[in-house]
């Protein structure tokens, strides 16, 4: 039977991926995850493994999955799920506001395709 172990050089890599997609650099992203900036090159290099505390941190964080970050599986790290982990850890009240948010920037899409469709016609 093939293990799977995660294997420390890809895992930084991921993760090193995830904190500048986010447009951050690693003394702020360690802030965020509570964790020592050195720690975290470390981690990136992949000269150091990551505590499952730490894996958590990164996750509820970035709403990445914990099988993006240990296996690079993508199809578990889709956009809604990011966004419902990211909403899972908020109140009704800021679940309503964002739905908002969502609702008329909707709106303000579809009416800008009609209106692009209506000018070329």
Known sequence: MKENIP???EVGERIRKIREDLKMNRETF???IDISDVFLGQIERGERSLSIKTLCRIVSFTGNST???LFG???ENSII???NRILSRC???IIEYFYKIIK???ECVKSSEKNKI???G
């Open 7 to 9: 294997n420390n050089l």
């Open 30 to 32: 360690s802030e965020m």
């Open 67 to 69: 099988d993006y970050i």
């Open 73 to 75: 599986n993508i199809e």
């Open 81 to 83: 799920q990011k966004i």
């Open 91 to 93: 109140s009704n009240d």
């Open 104 to 106: 008329v920037s909707f």
């Open 118 to 120: 209506k000018n070329k």
